[in-house]
T-cell receptor
Framework: DAKTTQPNSMESNEEEPVHLPCNHS???????IHWYRQLPSQGPEYVIH???SNVNNRMASLAIAEDRKSSTLILHRATLRDAAVYYC??????????FGTGTSLTVIP | DAGVTQSPTHLIKTRGQHVTLRCSPI?????VSWYQQVLGQGPQFIFQ???????GRGNFPDRFSARQFPNYSSELNVNALLLGDSALYLC??????????FGPGTRLTVT
């Protein structure tokens, strides 16, 4: 079962930053936090992952709360191509992914 | 480099029939996982294979089975199809314990 909770949907204006929240209050000390997104009619794609420290890559930033019970995926400038369902996942010890329903992001031109 | 490939892209089956879905992982990836995604929901984990051995199984009935071949490709088999098996079936391969790379999926319709 998914161990994370996310809002069902969010909206953002194009070229503005987007903050997508995720709660994972039962996270253990060794659980990595992964974010994937699924564009329409495609399989999910990797966005970013982290353990304790904030992480940045070319797609996004991941801000992890100090107690690790929540995290936020940050898209610095939303584009229309960022419209997707975003999933926050805590893989189990076998790297098995249990997806929740994710957050459907709508980008408004 | 080629990504994860799945075949067929679409297929239509009748209730009670059997179906086989195929997945070719990214070259060098030894782990393959299968997911079922019903419309409007997130993907649900079905199986994980690593080096031809089953490493994990989700909450699916025994009608679902899979195997991995020496070249690391994989098959997902579903027997006695039900209308509720209609879904997008996703395959993902991975090299490490971090990123999983997903294929485009096979859209199965059961009538």
């Amino acid at each position: 079962d998914a161990k994370t909770t996310q809002p069902n949907s969010m909206e953002s204006n194009e070229e503005e930053p987007v903050h997508l929240p995720c709660n994972h209050s039962t996270i253990s000390g060794t659980d990595y936090i992964h974010w994937y997104r699924q564009l329409p009619s495609q399989g999910p794609e990797y966005v970013i992952h982290g353990l304790t420290s904030n992480v940045n890559n070319r797609m996004a930033s991941l801000a992890i709360a100090e107690d690790r019970k929540s995290s936020t995926l940050i898209l610095h400038r939303a584009t229309l191509r960022d419209a997707a369902v975003y999933y926050c996942i805590l893989p189990n010890t076998g790297n098995q992914f249990y997806f929740g329903t994710g957050t459907s992001l709508t980008v408004i031109p | 480099d080629a990504g994860v490939t799945q075949s067929p892209t679409h297929l239509i089956k009748t209730r009670g029939q059997h179906v086989t879905l195929r997945c070719s992982p990214i070259s060098g990836h030894k782990s393959v996982s299968w997911y079922q995604q019903v419309l409007g929901q997130g993907p649900q984990f079905i199986f994980q294979y690593y080096e031809k051995e089953e490493r994990g199984r989700g909450n699916f009935p025994d009608r679902f089975s899979a195997r991995q071949f020496p070249n690391y490709s994989s098959e997902l088999n579903v027997n006695a199809l039900l209308l509720g098996d209609s879904a997008l079936y996703l395959c993902a391969s991975s090299l490490s314990t971090y990123e999983q790379y997903f294929g485009p999926g096979t859209r199965l319709t059961v009538t």
